[in-house]
Nanobody, 119 residues
Framework: QVQLVESGGGLVQPGGSLRLSCAAS????????MGWYRQAPGKQRELVAR???????NYADSVKGRFTISRDNAKNTVYLQMNSLKPEDTAVYYC?????????????WGQGTQVTVSS
C-alpha cells in the first residue's frame, strides 16, 4: 500500500527555520530517488529538492543554499531542513518519488504539510 505522510510544517517568521519529515511506504522509497515538492496558492506544484538513495542531491535555484534534503533509508524517511525562510516559501509541501511522478498518470500524493512564512 502506498503511503506518504508529511509533517513538521507550521508558521514561522522570515529568516526562521523548519524541518519537514516524510514517512514513505517501502514501495515508494525503493524507487531510488525521493523529492520534496511544494504548491503555493494559485501555482503549480514544483519540485524543490531531490535525493538519490546514495545521497546525491539537487535543488531548485530558489532554495539552493537554504534548504537541505536528507534521507534515512533504514526508516524510509526523507527530510527537508529549511533555513532562512522567506515569505515566498509559503506553500503546502509534499514528498514523493520524482520517478513515480514522471511515469504515473495520476500519482498518489499525501496530505502535505503547510508552511507559512510571515511576520
Amino acid at each position: 500500500q502506498v503511503q506518504l505522510v508529511e509533517s513538521g510544517g507550521g508558521l514561522v517568521q522570515p529568516g526562521g527555520s523548519l524541518r519537514l519529515s516524510c514517512a514513505a511506504s517501502r514501495s515508494i522509497f525503493s524507487t531510488n530517488v525521493m523529492g520534496w515538492y511544494r504548491q503555493a496558492p494559485g501555482k503549480q506544484r514544483e519540485l524543490v529538492a531531490r535525493i538519490t538513495r546514495g545521497g546525491s542531491t539537487n535543488y531548485a535555484d530558489s532554495v539552493k543554499g537554504r534548504f537541505t534534503i536528507s534521507r534515512d533509508n533504514a526508516k524510509n524517511t526523507v527530510y527537508l531542513q529549511m533555513n532562512s525562510l522567506k515569505p515566498e516559501d509559503t506553500a503546502v509541501y509534499y514528498c514523493n518519488s520524482p520517478t513515480v511522478v514522471a511515469v504515473v498518470e495520476k500519482p498518489y500524493w499525501g496530505q502535505g504539510t503547510q508552511v507559512t512564512v510571515s511576520s
